[in-house]
């Protein structure tokens, strides 16, 4: 048990050199597997491989990332001197080069105490350090570009960051943290600090509680891209057999470890809505004052903001999931409207609580720690539908879902459809935290790679998202057995198409020849939902005649229209952003004949 825990919280490895190769070596493997996978935007067949090759990720562990890390720059070591370090800056390094360059090179950093480490913690002015592994970094440019958040990042400012990622174990399912650490190095941590940084992982892989230990059950056939914490999505073959997805196929998007709750905990659990800033104070509800309130049904699809990113990555390296386009799926919920339960705890009039209280804002805020707020409009307006469900399909809210309430917000962002919900709040100014202020879910214009050139707390975050569609089914017709390239052949073809903010699809065309020709789509369920009210997507199917290339393939193409007869654009290269949020690029997709 010593050595496995020893291995995981990343000994000094630079006593070892051999076992630092085999590391370097086991890493790198690693990474480049889960890389060639992530590149694939609709890949399925091996979902259960990334998933393992993440949970190795994790074993490799601390040490083998560290390892991976150990590379000076040609130029000075100091991190300050340089500009910001952003995903996108360092896709093209060749990681095998790098660390094959930079084998031999630490001994030539200098090396730090605990103690100097700890004087750089970003106060008065002065630069971010901290240690891993071993080596010592400064972070300083790289805060504001941090994908989990600036205030995530500082938690761990002028101290080691081993007992931050066992917590926050979602870095061991890439390799992007790897390729952004490996420029800041900038010295090498004392060994006798290291050895008590060891001591101290040694003592809490062996006396604490696994925060995942408690995880639910999933369903194999999710396409996993990360275990810890859990990211998933719904295998693009399934994604539309079945207009409301089930349960256990729907995409689980977590930023943390799924809370559990006792039997007794349940018993005891309260919502708190708070009204102080109304003047009305804090009313509690159980579970059971919330199920003999007028209860409501909304069918409504989420969506994670990150859907397709994948498809940026081809084009250029964004930070985040490298989701394919199964991060949406769509749910009946039940519950009660949110604004009934306002109303209840004492907001009488929401037109004066915003117009002369200033209270824009309804904060909620989750039993995992996540905050996120939507305008008041939005929760009052008898049309908005936002509920409190506390089922999902007609069964209890599942705990991947929210168990036991999840804030439903239609139209809007996955991230605002808050889950594990246990005080919500109106408020005067939005919910801080890095998912609604932070960069986590802001976007970019395509020509900025680096946050620290605009005021990321100025920009919106996401709310409504844009217009989307995808292809989930292709079948060539008869016209193909002897095909041959140059023909058109009679291909049928079907999907989904959605728009935030309640916006009807009125139209979906699909192309066989890259634009040059367009069919549309005969649209089927979700087609007649009320106007202004979409809140769930639409279906549709086609058959449409699609030129054959010279390798027997086609390709299709397919491009939504919403209400507002917005359109998706051609490609992702002028929406592409650093975090890779709202690919809406026509979706395409090949067929080998």
């Known amino acids: 048990m010593k050595s496995v825990a020893r291995k995981s919280c990343g000994l000094r490895q630079f006593s070892t050199r051999n076992s630092t190769a085999y590391q370097r070596r086991c890493t790198r493997s690693t990474i480049a597997t889960l890389s060639a996978l992530e590149q694939q935007e609709d890949f399925d067949c091996n979902a259960n491989a990334a998933a393992r090759l993440?949970?190795?990720?994790?074993?490799?562990?601390?040490?083998?990332?560290?390892?991976?890390?150990?590379?000076?720059?040609?130029?000075?070591?100091?991190?300050?001197?340089?500009?910001?370090?952003?995903?996108?800056?360092?896709?093209?390094?060749?990681?095998?080069?790098?660390?094959?360059?930079?084998?031999?090179?630490?001994?030539?950093?200098?090396?730090?105490?605990?103690?100097?480490?700890?004087?750089?913690?970003?106060?008065?002015?002065?630069?971010?350090?901290?240690?891993?592994?071993?080596?010592?970094?400064?972070?300083?440019?790289?805060?504001?570009?941090?994908?989990?958040?600036?205030?995530?990042?500082?938690?761990?400012?002028?101290?080691?960051?081993?007992?931050?990622?066992?917590?926050?174990?979602?870095?061991?399912?890439?390799?992007?943290?790897?390729?952004?650490?490996?420029?800041?190095?900038?010295?090498?941590?004392?060994?006798?600090?290291?050895?008590?940084?060891?001591?101290?992982?040694?003592?809490?892989?062996?006396?604490?509680?696994?925060?995942?230990?408690?995880?639910?059950?999933?369903?194999?056939?999710?396409?996993?891209?990360?275990?810890?914490?859990?990211?998933?999505?719904?295998?693009?073959?399934?994604?539309?057999?079945?207009?409301?997805?089930?349960?256990?196929?729907?995409?689980?998007?977590?930023?943390?470890?799924?809370p559990f709750l006792t039997a007794e905990q349940v018993q005891d659990f309260r919502l708190e809505i708070d009204l102080s800033a109304y003047g009305k104070g804090t009313q509690s509800f159980s579970l059971e004052d919330l199920k003999n309130m007028p209860k409501t049904e909304v069918v409504a699809t989420l969506q994670c903001s990150g859907n397709r990113r994948s498809g940026f990555n081809k084009f250029h390296r964004t930070s985040g999931t490298g989701w394919g386009q199964g991060a949406i799926s769509t749910a009946k919920w039940t519950g009660v409207r949110l604004s009934d339960l306002l109303k209840q705890s004492g907001l009488e009039d929401a037109i004066d609580a915003q117009e002369n209280h200033g209270l824009h804002h309804v904060r909620m805020h989750a039993l995992d720690g996540m905050s996120a707020s939507v305008a008041i409009e939005k929760v009052m307006n008898p049309y908005g539908d936002c509920i409190l469900a506390y089922e999902m399909n007609d069964t209890i809210l599942p705990r991947d879902h929210g168990y036991p309430l999840r804030v439903i917000v239609p139209g809007y962002a996955g991230v605002r459809n808050v889950k594990w919900v246990n005080r919500i709040e109106l408020a005067t100014e939005e919910a801080e935290g890095p998912w609604q202020r932070g960069l986590n879910y802001k976007i970019l214009p395509p020509s900025i790679t680096d946050a620290n050139l605009v005021n990321i707390r100025s920009m919106p975050s996401v709310m409504e998202p844009s217009l989307f569609s995808g292809i989930t089914h292709m079948e060539a017709g008869n016209s193909a057995v002897n095909a041959q390239p140059g023909d058109r052949v009679t291909m049928t073809v079907s999907g989904w198409a959605w728009a935030g903010g309640g916006r009807n699809i009125v139209r979906v065309d699909v192309t066989g020849d890259d634009g040059r020709t367009w069919d549309s789509a005969t649209l089927k369920e979700g087609s007649t939902q009320r106007f202004g009210k979409a809140w769930a997507w639409t279906f549709w199917e086609a058959e449409v005649p699609a030129l054959v290339k010279e390798d027997m393939s086609v390709e299709l193409a397919c491009k939504a229209i919403d209400n507002a007869f917005n359109v998706q654009p051609e490609s992702c290269d002028h929406v592409w952003n650093v975090r890779g949020l709202g690919n809406n690029s026509w979706f395409r997709q090949s067929f080998r004949l």
């Open 54 to 258: 993440s949970s190795l990720m994790f074993l490799v562990g601390v040490a083998a990332a560290a390892a991976a890390t150990t590379a000076s720059c040609e130029e000075s070591p100091s991190a300050t001197t340089r500009s910001g370090w952003t995903p996108s800056s360092v896709a093209d390094d060749d990681l095998d080069e790098l660390v094959l360059h930079h084998d031999d090179s630490m001994e030539s950093y200098p090396v730090y105490t605990a103690e100097q480490v700890a004087e750089n913690d970003g106060t008065n002015g002065k630069p971010v350090w901290m240690s891993y592994g071993g080596v010592v970094y400064d972070v300083t440019s790289f805060i504001a570009n941090h994908p989990g958040g600036s205030e995530k990042i500082m938690m761990a400012a002028g101290a080691s960051i081993e007992p931050y990622w066992h917590s926050y174990q979602q870095h061991f399912a890439s390799d992007l943290p790897i390729r952004l650490m490996e420029h800041m190095v900038i010295g090498r941590l004392d060994e006798d600090d290291q050895a008590a940084v060891d001591e101290q992982m040694e003592v809490l892989y062996e006396t604490s509680d696994d925060p995942f230990s408690h995880e639910p059950v999933r369903h194999k056939a999710l396409r996993v891209h990360a275990e810890r914490s859990m990211n998933a999505e719904t295998p693009a073959h399934l994604l539309t057999k079945n207009f409301l997805t089930p349960n256990s196929l729907f995409y689980i998007r977590h930023h943390h470890p799924v």
